[in-house]
C-alpha cells in the first residue's frame, strides 16, 4: 500500500525541490520511503535535502523523476535516483520535420511515434553515452 503524505511544487528548480524535501523531511522524517519528482532537476534538489538529512536516497526513499536528463543518469549511477521516465525535448525538430513534410505535400504517418523510454537505475551506466540532453 501507498499513502501519500503531502504534495507541493519544486517549480522546476533544483534550488526549490531541495526546499521543499527540506520541509517534507522535517515535518514528516523516516515516513517518507518514496518521493516522486516531475522534474529530474527538483529530484536532485531533494536528493541533496535527503542526504543533508541523513539518509541514503535511493535506498531509504526510493526516487522516480521524469525529464531523463544527463544528470538523472548520473544520479542513477551513483545508486541515488532507482527510476527516471523521458519527456524527450527533441519532440521540437520532430514536429517540424513532420510539418514541413505536410506543408510540401508529402505524405506523412497519421501517428507520428516518438522516441521515449522509462529507465532504470541498472540501464543507467549503459544509457549514459547515448544522452543527448
Request: glycine residues 8%.
Given at each position: 500500500?501507498m499513502?501519500?503524505?503531502?504534495?507541493?511544487?519544486?517549480d522546476?528548480?533544483?534550488?526549490?525541490?531541495?526546499?521543499?524535501?527540506?520541509?517534507?523531511?522535517?515535518?514528516?522524517?523516516?515516513?517518507?520511503n518514496?518521493?516522486?519528482?516531475?522534474?529530474?532537476?527538483?529530484?536532485?534538489?531533494?536528493?541533496?535535502?535527503?542526504?543533508?538529512?541523513?539518509?541514503k536516497?535511493?535506498?531509504?526513499?526510493?526516487?522516480?523523476?521524469?525529464?531523463?536528463?544527463?544528470?538523472?543518469?548520473?544520479?542513477?549511477i551513483?545508486?541515488?535516483l532507482?527510476?527516471?521516465?523521458?519527456?524527450?525535448?527533441?519532440?521540437?525538430?520532430?514536429?517540424?520535420d513532420?510539418?514541413?513534410?505536410?506543408?510540401?505535400?508529402?505524405?506523412?504517418?497519421?501517428?507520428?511515434?516518438?522516441?521515449?523510454?522509462?529507465?532504470?537505475?541498472?540501464?543507467a551506466?549503459?544509457?549514459?553515452?547515448?544522452?543527448?540532453?
Amino acid at each position: 500500500d501507498m499513502k501519500v503524505l503531502a504534495s507541493e511544487t519544486g517549480d522546476f528548480t533544483r534550488a526549490k525541490g531541495k526546499e521543499v524535501m527540506q520541509a517534507f523531511l522535517k515535518t514528516y522524517g523516516k515516513q517518507i520511503n518514496g518521493l516522486y519528482a516531475h522534474n529530474d532537476d527538483m529530484a536532485l534538489g531533494a536528493i541533496q535535502a535527503i542526504e543533508e538529512a541523513g539518509l541514503k536516497p535511493g535506498v531509504d526513499v526510493k526516487i522516480v523523476s521524469v525529464d531523463a536528463v544527463r544528470g538523472a543518469f548520473e544520479a542513477m549511477i551513483a545508486g541515488k535516483l532507482n527510476v527516471t521516465v523521458e519527456c524527450n525535448p527533441l519532440l521540437g525538430p520532430q514536429f517540424f520535420d513532420t510539418a514541413l513534410r505536410i506543408a510540401n505535400g508529402e505524405p506523412v504517418e497519421k501517428w507520428v511515434k516518438s522516441k521515449e523510454d522509462v529507465y532504470r537505475q541498472q540501464a543507467a551506466a549503459s544509457e549514459l553515452p547515448n544522452r543527448k540532453y
